[in-house]
């Protein structure tokens, strides 16, 4: 079980003080984050995509994370997400091999399409077409890492002959990909294709929603012949704040919940943390509360949590990870070690993808007969 820290890297001013930091600071201050997020004890960081305010989270992620890769040496380095619908598969295959070369294999991508609309426009893309794009693009992504000598023609790109994307893969095994989705079934049909993994980043949503998306993908994971349902790879969000005393973190996130751009004027933080997993409290709550995410989707592999938003003050965002590395991480990996069956695996690393490869386990798109599951 592997337990990360996500970004999106927005730029919001403090409601408690009427500080916004500059974008520059915003830059350095995610630096810190990172860095402090492996110090604590997490085992991945990921960021963002964005090409618009109020966010500073890169237009291309791999610049910030070779930039990490350089000054860490044991988190791994993901994206969350990457814009598989805007951006050039091919300068896609390009870039994250580079990086995974660069971070000796600690990195892996959450693909997805994005959540602001206006992004298909300025990348000449249409918005009605994203499901289309994420599959076209992928399937072709999907080949630029394992094929040297690409023929290829769609829709959406001028076709290729005989390409070669370079560098190629670290070790020869494409980065591991998790399919990103908040309400999009097709998504999840594409990580079950595939045999890849599913994030679903359920900070928004409720139990029922997640519980549904996460079973149409582990079932269809197991028809697609990559094994069975409970041995999926699934991934979650989180969003947490934490004071020893739950009132006293309730009180202190309330002005910060209240404005965020992705959260305010809308339901009570009360009721919001009703129906989503957003949990302001104490450690032990966020521990329940997290405890009970297994009980929704079963055994999994991977939970992400969002500490950084909503314009909280750098120092207090680095308090909250020294609480997580303190008091909650250690509990959850004993607790979720409890009663795991011994065949449900690991988040994939890169150690395991090579061997995967070598003993010619490695996931056939569509399944079938030949599936691994099926041999």
């Known amino acids: 079980m592997e337990f990360g820290i996500f970004t999106i890297g927005d730029v919001t001013t403090d409601p408690t003080t009427g500080k916004t930091p500059t974008d520059a600071q915003r830059l350095k201050d995610t630096v810190r984050i990172a860095k402090h997020a492996e110090e604590v004890g997490f085992d991945v960081f990921a960021t963002g995509q964005h090409h618009n305010p109020p966010f500073v989270a890169p237009g291309n992620p791999p610049v910030l994370l070779a930039y990490l890769a350089a000054q860490t040496e044991k988190i791994t380095l993901s994206t969350a997400t990457t ?25 892996d991508l959450t693909m997805g399409r994005g959540n602001t609309g206006p992004v298909y426009p300025w990348f000449g893309k249409d918005i009605r077409k994203g499901i289309e794009l994420a599959i076209e693009n992928y399937a072709l992504l999907h080949r630029l890492w394992r094929e ?104 202190e996130f309330r002005p910060y919940f209240d404005n965020a751009p992705v959260y305010g004027h809308g339901p009570s933080l009360e009721d919001f943390m009703k129906m989503t997993p957003l949990t302001v409290g104490s450690p032990q709550q966020v521990i329940d509360r997290t405890l009970e995410f297994r009980e929704w989707v079963g055994d999994y592999q991977r939970q992400m949590f969002l500490v950084d938003h909503a314009g909280l003050p750098t120092d207090v965002v680095l308090e909250q990870m020294d609480m997580f590395g303190e008091y909650v ?39 079938g007969p030949d599936a691994p599951a099926n041999r």
């Open 83 to 107: 814009l598989i619908t805007t951006m050039d598969p091919v300068r896609l295959a390009e870039d994250y091999s580079y990086l995974q070369h660069l971070a000796d294999g600690r990195v």
């Open 329 to 367: 991480l250690p509990v959850l990996r004993k607790e979720f070690a409890i009663g795991r069956p011994a065949d449900v695996p690991d988040a994939p690393t890169h150690a395991f993808l090579v061997e995967r490869k070598a003993r010619g386990e490695e996931p056939i798109p569509g399944g």
């Open 148 to 251: 040297e000598d690409v023929d290829w023609s769609g829709k959406y790109r001028t076709p290729l002959q005989g390409f070669t994307a370079t560098p190629r893969p670290l070790d020869g095994v494409a980065p591991f990909v998790w399919h990103g989705s908040i309400r999009s079934p097709q998504i999840a049909e594409q990580a079950a294709y595939y045999g890849d993994g599913f994030f679903h980043n359920n900070i928004f949503w409720n139990k029922e929603h997640t519980q549904q998306m996460v079973h149409l993908y582990r079932q269809r994971y197991e028809h697609y012949g990559h094994g069975k349902a409970h041995q999926a790879y699934v991934a979650l969000g989180g969003h947490a704040f934490m004071r020893k005393n739950s009132q006293d973190a309730i009180r």
